[in-house]
């Protein structure tokens, strides 16, 4: 079965400092990860994926995410945060095997504050 | 590039009723999914249609039905509303074929009292 784990509930980053939120998945074959985010009240909107190639991939704003098929983890980083990162964010996983029709899971979400 | 639109954006029902919830995909998208999201929880698949098949379904009862028009639209049914059905619901698209992401709607919110 799929499943995602974001084990941490709140990260909290002052501005210009590094940011690192945490996802680890569970998943048959080789996983296909995602970020989205989510702003207060809004839908969820994509940052980045993996779905094969370079373990390290770059998406919107800055983020980027690193694969580690050994540990099963996909954290999403940034160099240096900014006041307008924070919301919430979520990790989610298919399995890749069959077409591009399939199910998201998704994780709990993982708020992100960061302080002027 | 119109992105996933959703209808309405807010909607209050009693128990026992029933609702529909509409969606039209980002332009050029074929395939539908919906998902259920709890307060403080992250979305829930609860279907999934392409070429006006449900394709995939999660772990829902048969009160949450759906369709899919030739057009690529999509309605979410709900009948006999319960309070536990209070949610964000929302749509994502993507095209078969295409780059495997989904992307959301801005969902609606549904609250049942």
């Known amino acids: 079965a799929q499943s995602v784990a974001q084990p941490e509930d709140q990260v909290n980053v002052a501005e210009g400092n590094p940011l690192t939120v945490k996802c680890t998945y569970s998943?048959?074959?080789?996983?296909?990860l995602f970020w989205y985010v989510q702003y207060p009240n809004r839908g969820l909107q994509f940052l980045l994926k993996?779905?094969?190639?370079?373990?390290l991939v770059k998406g919107s704003y800055g983020f980027e995410a690193e694969f580690n098929k050994s540990q099963t983890s996909f954290h999403l980083k940034k160099p240096s945060a900014l006041v307008s990162d924070s919301a919430l964010y979520f990790c989610?996983?298919?399995?890749?095997?069959?077409?591009?029709?399939?199910?998201?899971?998704f994780g709990r979400g993982t708020q992100l504050t960061v302080w002027p | 590039d119109a992105g996933v639109t959703q209808s309405p954006t807010h909607l209050i029902k009693t128990r026992g009723q029933q609702v529909t919830l509409r969606c039209s995909p980002k332009?050029?998208?074929?395939?539908v999914s919906w998902y259920q999201q709890a307060l403080g929880q992250g979305p829930q698949f609860i279907f999934q249609y392409y070429e006006e098949e449900e394709r995939q379904r999660g772990n829902f009862p048969d009160r949450f039905s759906g369709h899919q028009f030739p057009n690529y639209s999509s309605e979410l049914n709900v009948n006999a509303l319960l309070l536990g059905d209070s949610a964000l619901y929302l749509c994502a698209s993507s095209l078969v074929g295409g780059r495997y992401e989904q992307y959301f709607g801005p969902g609606t919110r549904l609250t049942v009292t």
């Open positions: 989610a996983v298919r399995d890749g095997r069959g077409s591009t029709l399939g199910r998201l899971y």
């Open positions: 332009s050029g998208h074929d395939t």
């Open positions: 993996y779905i094969t190639g370079d373990n």
């Open positions: 998943v048959s074959g080789n996983p296909y």
